[in-house]
């Protein structure tokens, strides 16, 4: 089966959906592909580009959208469901896909209205990494992302750095340079607890670095045990004084690495089923 990954190619979500996940499926990654014709399915990876959507329905190749976070943000990010959802019926209207590649269980089952198969895919962990080595105190946390999503929780962690003789970083060059990386938004919407993707939380599975994170739904679903849990000022503060003992991270790092989403097994996954929906 010939496939086509493609997509508009300059999101972080790009790298890890397209070009890593869609080599590892043996398809021809393309960001904004011109010439589609000749393939079995076209994978969209998030947002369309240009007239992507028309020229694949005149050349007859079916279309799988990878949803991942398309929704707009940080507009989005404070939507209720009634506007989620909205909004995805009428990009699931525009596009007209021949099935849905969900970032969680539960962006899948919103999706399920729709009559289409759904996949839901969670992230693997970016390779090459390294593994965190867990030392006798901490000495520097941190966050790996858009540091704009951050909002009310960068002064409090860097207060909280401060209080305790810790250094803050953000994204820095692997998640395992970090004794703790904590996963959380300034944001409470639908999307980002129900369609936001694992993606923080594998490459801490990956390099076995203790997580703190909120409880959102691509965590919660993919979680190995070894996570704390924030969502509010005191449930930080005592996350970071769980993993201010060695003992503590030590464990967590164990149940974070047995836990690592591995590319190939996720890729077996994901060309299975697309195999399944050409029968």
Same mark, same amino acid.
């Given at each position: ?6 997509g ?10 397209g070009?890593?996940l869609?080599?590892a !499926? ?12 000749g393939?079995?399915?076209a994978?969209?990876?998030?947002r ?9 329905r005149?050349?007859?190749?079916? !279309? ?5 976070d ?23 209207? &525009? ?9 969680? /269980?539960?962006m899948?089952?919103? +999706? *399920?209205?729709?009559g289409? =198969?759904?996949?839901? #895919?969670?992230? &693997? ?9 867990i030392? @006798? ?23 909280? +750095? ?10 820095? =060059? $692997?998640v395992?340079?970090l ?5 959380v @938004?300034?944001?409470?919407?639908? *999307?980002? @607890?129900?369609?936001? $993707?694992?993606?923080? #939380?594998?490459? *801490?599975?990956?390099?076995?670095t203790?997580?703190?994170?909120? /409880?959102?739904?691509?965590?919660l ?9 924030a ?11 769980? #993993?201010?003992?060695m *003992?503590?991270r030590v464990?967590a790092?164990? /149940?974070?690495?047995?836990?690592? =989403?591995? #590319?190939?097994?996720?890729a077996q996954t994901?060309?299975?089923?697309? @195999?399944?929906?050409?029968?």
């Amino acid at each position: 089966m010939k496939v086509l990954v493609t997509g508009r190619g300059t999101s972080g979500s790009w790298a890890i959906r397209g070009e890593q996940l869609g080599r590892a !499926i043996g398809a021809d990654v393309i960001p904004q592909a011109l010439d589609v014709g000749g393939y079995d399915l076209a994978v969209l990876v998030k947002r369309p580009h240009g007239d992507l959507v028309q020229r694949l329905r005149r050349m007859d190749v079916p !279309i799988v959208w990878d949803v991942v976070d398309a929704y707009p943000q940080p507009a989005g990010n404070s939507w209720n469901q009634g506007q989620c959802m909205a909004w995805l019926a009428e990009q699931v209207a &525009h596009i007209r896909p021949a099935g849905i590649v969900a970032a969680t /269980r539960a962006m899948a089952d919103d +999706c *399920a209205q729709f009559g289409i =198969p759904v996949l839901a #895919l969670p992230h &693997h962990a970016w390779e090459g990494q390294g593994t965190c080595v867990i030392q @006798r105190e901490v000495r520097v946390i941190g966050y790996q992302g858009g540091g704009q999503y951050l909002g009310r929780w960068r002064p409090f962690l860097q207060a909280q +750095c401060a209080r305790r003789g810790w250094r803050w970083m953000e994204n820095p =060059p $692997s998640v395992a340079a970090l004794d703790i990386v904590i996963a959380v @938004r300034d944001a409470d919407g639908y *999307a980002p @607890r129900r369609w936001k $993707s694992n993606v923080k #939380l594998a490459n *801490a599975q990956g390099c076995g670095t203790p997580f703190i994170g909120g /409880r959102e739904a691509g965590y919660l679903e993919t979680a190995s045990g070894g996570e704390l849990w924030a969502d509010t000022d005191r449930e930080m503060v005592e996350a970071l004084d769980a #993993l201010t003992s060695m *003992a503590a991270r030590v464990d967590a790092s164990a /149940r974070l690495s047995a836990a690592k =989403p591995k #590319l190939p097994k996720i890729a077996q996954t994901y060309a299975d089923w697309l @195999r399944g929906l050409r029968g």
